[in-house]
């Protein structure tokens, strides 16, 4: 038995669930696991493994979920921590993942998108805490992850001067986003980490599940996020609709909104390029390759915007097309290229 299972079974006797069975429910791009904690009697919780010594740190989410409590919306409710050992037992809100919910029944897309939409504006309009600057510089890092491992992941080679022109024309291109007003970004905002609670009300029928990388940004961030998803597509008719119900609703200048969600989605589409290659090559994950085609195509779309006119003539001529052939020596990379 490792060191680590036995700091767990010690969290779930202290927590007083130690006659509970154990079941994996998840893991993630991160270091974190999911397990389901289920009793005699039916009670369920659920357990986060965090190890801090992987780089994890659960108390990020014990602040922002007090936070997004506080504010009048649905994360889950924190049952008992230990946040120097790295675990965390949570409500437990269940299975039916937008995602889940949409396979199986598209006639709710509307009906989910909307809630998810009137989640943002509500915590978009809720006084924010303190947190760390989701801005142009940060974004520039970001968004050059794409040159970082995908340029390198499919040609072999690094290209630092490319990098550096792409670099700075993209900070040039969005800087004029950090004069904006700030809200909390979740950064992590899609149908995977969203739950629908249709017996609850109002907001809470949205269960809110992964914002412990919480950040200031713009408010366009988390639409684009759950809007341009990188795990299924959502119709374009929902996403215009679900952009303008935003902008109604927080009177949001139309034209620059539309301009910030392009240069936003352009950043977070570049930047998911980047961590799905390096997830595949740094980490063993080669799944994360397969779902490159649709940030791919998310990329092109934001391109379009005059805006990004500059960007898209250098991403065009740097980032190769993810053809098969190149996903494919992607994955024949898998795990080869260790983190320093």
């Given at each position: 038995?490792?060191?680590?299972e036995?700091?767990?079974?010690?969290f779930?006797?202290?927590a007083g669930?130690?006659d509970a069975?154990?079941?994996?429910?998840?893991?993630?791009?991160s270091n974190?696991?999911?397990d389901?904690?289920t009793?005699?009697?039916?009670?369920t919780?659920?357990?986060?493994d965090a190890?801090?010594?992987?780089?994890?740190?659960?108390?990020?989410?014990?602040?922002?979920?007090?936070h997004l409590?506080?504010?009048?919306l649905?994360?889950p409710s924190?049952?008992?921590?230990n946040a120097k050992?790295?675990f965390l037992l949570l409500?437990d809100?269940?299975?039916?993942?937008?995602a889940r919910?949409l396979e199986?029944?598209p006639s709710?897309?509307?009906?989910?998108y909307?809630?998810?939409?009137d989640?943002?504006?509500h915590l978009?309009?809720a006084?924010m805490?303190e947190?760390?600057?989701?801005?142009?510089q940060?974004?520039?890092?970001m968004?050059g992850?794409a040159y970082?491992?995908?340029?390198?992941?499919v040609t072999?080679?690094?290209?630092?001067?490319?990098t550096?022109?792409f670099?700075?024309?993209f900070h040039?291109?969005?800087?004029p986003?950090d004069?904006?007003?700030s809200?909390?970004i979740q950064?992590d905002?899609h149908?995977?980490?969203l739950?629908?609670?249709?017996?609850?009300?109002g907001l809470h029928?949205?269960?809110l599940?992964?914002f412990?990388?919480?950040m200031?940004g713009?408010?366009?961030?988390?639409?684009v996020s759950?809007?341009?998803?990188a795990?299924?597509?959502?119709?374009?008719a929902?996403?215009?609709?679900m952009?303008?119900r935003y902008v109604a609703?927080t009177k949001?200048?139309p034209?620059?909104?539309?301009?910030?969600y392009?240069?936003l989605g352009a950043q977070?589409?570049?930047?998911i390029l980047?961590?799905?290659?390096?997830l595949c090559?740094?980490?063993?994950?080669a799944?994360?390759?397969d779902l490159i085609?649709?940030?791919w195509?998310h990329?092109?779309?934001?391109?379009r915007h005059?805006?990004?006119?500059?960007?898209?003539?250098?991403?065009?001529?740097d980032?190769?097309?993810?053809?098969?052939?190149?996903?494919k020596?992607?994955?024949?990379?898998c795990?080869t290229h260790?983190m320093p």
């Open positions: 038995m490792t060191d680590r036995n700091l767990l079974r010690s779930i006797h202290d669930w130690d069975q154990r079941m994996t429910v998840a893991g993630d791009a974190r696991r999911y389901r904690l009793r005699g009697n039916g009670t919780a659920i357990l986060m190890p801090a010594e992987k780089g994890e740190d659960i108390r990020p989410f014990m602040r922002i979920a007090k409590s506080d504010v009048g649905n994360p924190i049952l008992y921590a050992t790295g409500e809100l269940g299975d039916a993942l937008f919910v199986n029944d709710k897309e509307t009906r989910l909307e809630a998810a939409v989640v943002l504006v978009h309009a006084p805490p947190l760390a600057t989701y801005d142009a940060v974004m520039t890092d968004a992850l970082d491992w995908y340029l390198f992941g072999g080679q690094k290209d630092s001067t490319k550096a022109l670099k700075a024309a040039k291109a969005i800087l986003l004069s904006a007003p809200v909390l950064r905002y149908a995977e980490n739950l629908w609670l249709p017996d609850q009300n029928r949205v269960g599940l992964d412990q990388d919480a200031a713009h408010a366009a961030y988390d639409l759950v809007l341009q998803d795990r299924r597509d959502v119709p374009q929902i996403e215009v609709a952009v303008a609703a949001a200048d034209a620059e909104f539309e301009t910030a392009a240069l977070r589409n570049l930047r980047g961590v799905f290659a390096r090559m740094a980490h063993g994950k799944h994360y390759v085609p649709r940030v195509d990329i092109e779309t934001n391109l005059p805006a990004l006119s500059e960007i898209s003539a250098m991403v065009h001529a980032l190769p097309y993810p053809t098969p052939a190149l996903l020596k992607l994955k024949l990379q795990a260790p």
